[in-house]
Each structure stands twice: as C-alpha cells, then as structure tokens.
C-alpha cells in the first residue's frame, strides 16, 4: 500500500509589509476567520512580521487539510511534547513549519514532521553547528561553496526528523547525524540507523530550503497556494 504526503505553501505578503513593518487591511479581514485560540496567540506576539506568519499558519493548515482530507472544522489535541494532532484521527496528519515570508504546511497518511529555512535568515551558524553537528558535518558546511545554505540543509533535515517523530529536541540535537547516500538523507540517532525515517528535501521556494520526514516512504507533491 503506497502512502502520501503533499505539501502546501503560501507566502505572507497580502498580511505584512517588510518594507513599512506594517499589516494590511487584508490581514485584520483575515482576523477573524480563524479560531479564537489563534487569534489570542497573535495578538500575545508583538512583531508584526510574526503575526502575519501566525495567521497564515493556520490559514494554511485549514487549506490543506479540508483540500486533501475534506475536513471542514479542525479540531487538535497534542501529544507529550506538544506535537499537534488531529483529534480522533489515527491516520490523519499534519505539520506546519514557517520561516521569513513562507508558511508551509504538510498532510499525510503517515506520521510526518516538516521544517522550512530562509537562506536570509540563518541561525548564528557556526555556534549551532559547533554545539550539535558532528565534526564532519562542520567541515561539510565550511567548505561548502554556500555554507549558510549546507547548514540550513542539514538543520532542515534534523528538525523535520525530531517533529515527525513528535519527541521536539527532548532526545538532544548532539545524539542525531545526518547521513547521505546518492544525495539522499537519512538519520542516525547515537550511531543507530533510523531506516523508518524517509526524507523529501525539496527547493520550490527561491532562498528557502525545506525538508519532509515521514515514517516510511511517500508519494510527495509540493504546491503554492493563495491565501
């Protein structure tokens, strides 16, 4: 039986001007259409750039799953270390990750975790890479000919690998290694080889890199949509 994920992404550009730091009229219609827990964590946030990925997030997500599952009223729960969950659904899931101006959100049949990067806005790179990527993924990056896009790589790899599984960085950056075999990714965790764990890496967005972990392999597709 084959399995699926798609993804979907939008930018924020309707909802927040970078230029004048300033939301839209477009983004306050938006507002209202989204639950009320939403709605209070947009409002606790004080940059208006992260509010505008708030609002976007979910507007997404509902997109996604009324596209591909027919859901029309999302309810979620989480899991132990705050991963969300579809309420009552056993094969049914979902993930959103967004960075800069992109808001992204994956839906799958099998367990999923995904992470998106903005090449503009690294991490402090070699003090990351130095704390919890080995020594030869240190050297991979330095002597890249784009090291800010090599360690957005191998961090967009890590975390989408620690979402899917729903454990957040609880087992530790340090136990993970990004292996690669004919430029395909895999895991290890404390040397162990993760053979569950399957990697989609894609590059549809310009400065953006973005990586899928699901539990086993998927069909992947990769939309952008309008919100």
Same mark, same amino acid.
């Given at each position: 039986?084959?399995?699926?994920?798609?993804?979907?992404?939008?930018?924020?550009?309707?909802?927040?001007?970078?230029?004048?730091?300033?939301?839209?009229?477009?983004?306050?219609?938006?507002?209202?259409t989204?639950?009320?827990e939403?709605?209070?964590?947009v409002?606790?946030?004080?940059?208006?750039?992260?509010?505008?990925?708030?609002?976007?997030?979910?507007?997404?997500?509902?997109?996604?799953?009324?596209?591909?599952?027919?859901?029309?009223h999302?309810?979620?729960?989480?899991?132990?270390?705050?991963?969300?969950?579809?309420?009552?659904? %056993?094969?049914k899931? /979902?993930?959103?990750?967004h960075?800069? =101006?992109i808001?992204? !959100? +994956?839906?799958?049949? @099998? &367990?999923?975790?995904?992470?998106?990067?903005?090449?503009d806005?690294?991490?402090?790179?070699m003090?990351?890479?130095?704390?919890?990527?080995?020594?030869?993924?240190?050297?991979?990056?330095m002597?890249?000919p784009?090291p800010?896009?090599?360690?957005?790589?191998?961090?967009?790899?890590?975390?989408?690998?620690?979402?899917?599984?729903?454990?957040?960085?609880?087992?530790?950056?340090k136990?993970?290694?990004?292996?690669f075999s004919r430029?395909?990714?895999?895991?290890?965790?404390?040397?162990?080889?993760?053979?569950?764990? %399957?990697?989609?890496? /894609?590059?549809?967005?310009?400065r953006? =890199?973005a990586?899928? !972990? +699901?539990?086993?392999? @998927? &069909?992947?597709?990769?939309?952008?949509?309008e919100?």
């Amino acid at each position: 039986m084959s399995h699926f994920a798609k993804t979907f992404f939008a930018d924020t550009d309707k909802f927040y001007n970078a230029e004048t730091d300033e939301l839209s009229e477009y983004f306050y219609e938006k507002l209202p259409t989204v639950s009320e827990e939403r709605r209070a964590r947009v409002e606790r946030v004080r940059k208006n750039s992260a509010k505008a990925e708030l609002l976007a997030a979910e507007i997404v997500r509902d997109y996604a799953l009324k596209t591909v599952f027919g859901i029309e009223h999302v309810e979620t729960e989480t899991g132990e270390f705050g991963k969300p969950y579809l309420k009552g659904e %056993k094969d049914k899931f /979902f993930n959103i990750s967004h960075s800069g =101006r992109i808001v992204a !959100c +994956t839906v799958s049949d @099998v &367990e999923c975790g995904l992470d998106i990067e903005c090449f503009d806005h690294p991490h402090d790179m070699m003090n990351v890479a130095g704390r919890f990527f080995s020594t030869q993924e240190q050297s991979a990056i330095m002597l890249s000919p784009n090291p800010i896009e090599a360690f957005c790589r191998l961090w967009t790899i890590r975390e989408s690998y620690v979402k899917m599984r729903g454990t957040g960085f609880s087992m530790g950056l340090k136990a993970l290694k990004c292996g690669f075999s004919r430029g395909k990714a895999s895991m290890f965790v404390n040397e162990i080889y993760q053979q569950d764990a %399957k990697f989609q890496e /894609f590059r549809n967005i310009y400065r953006y =890199r973005a990586c899928i !972990c +699901t539990k086993g392999e @998927v &069909e992947h597709e990769v939309e952008k949509i309008e919100i």
